[in-house]
């Protein structure tokens, strides 16, 4: 499956975005989803995961409550909306994919989009 993440931009402190990311393909319903970020000079870290039907969610602490994640398997696309915003959220964010819907970690994740910047000014 290929990923392409869109979305990104430059947004002030306390503002929104709304991240998509659309895979080709029939099966996107088969994989769990997930978003990653990495900021410079740092790891790729876990932001969010959201299960094939859409059902379970789960969220890292730094953004839980801030952030939400979202799937339409009929337009194979996931999304991660951004509300609250921090300078602390400027990253690169990713988009996964992961067949067997078994972590959260980035080696459970087969397939990656190309990533997205997000920047916040404070």
């Known amino acids: 499956v290929q990923l392409q993440a869109s979305g990104g931009g430059l947004v002030q402190a306390g503002g929104s975005l709304k991240l998509s990311c659309t895979a080709s393909?029939?099966?996107?319903?088969?994989?769990?989803m997930g978003w990653f970020r990495q900021a410079p000079g740092k790891e790729r870290d876990f932001i969010a995961y959201i299960s094939r039907s859409g059902g379970v969610a789960y969220f890292a602490d730094s953004v839980r409550g801030r952030f939400t994640i979202s799937r339409d398997n009929a337009k194979n696309t996931v999304y991660l909306q951004m509300n609250s915003l921090k300078p602390e959220d400027t990253a690169v964010y990713y988009c996964?994919?992961?067949?067997?819907?078994?972590?959260?970690?980035?080696?459970?994740?087969?397939?990656w989009g190309q990533g997205t910047l997000v920047t916040v000014s404070s």
């Open positions: 996964a994919a992961d067949p067997r819907a078994s972590g959260l970690k980035v080696y459970d994740y087969d397939y």
């Open positions: 393909g029939r099966t996107f319903s088969r994989y769990a």
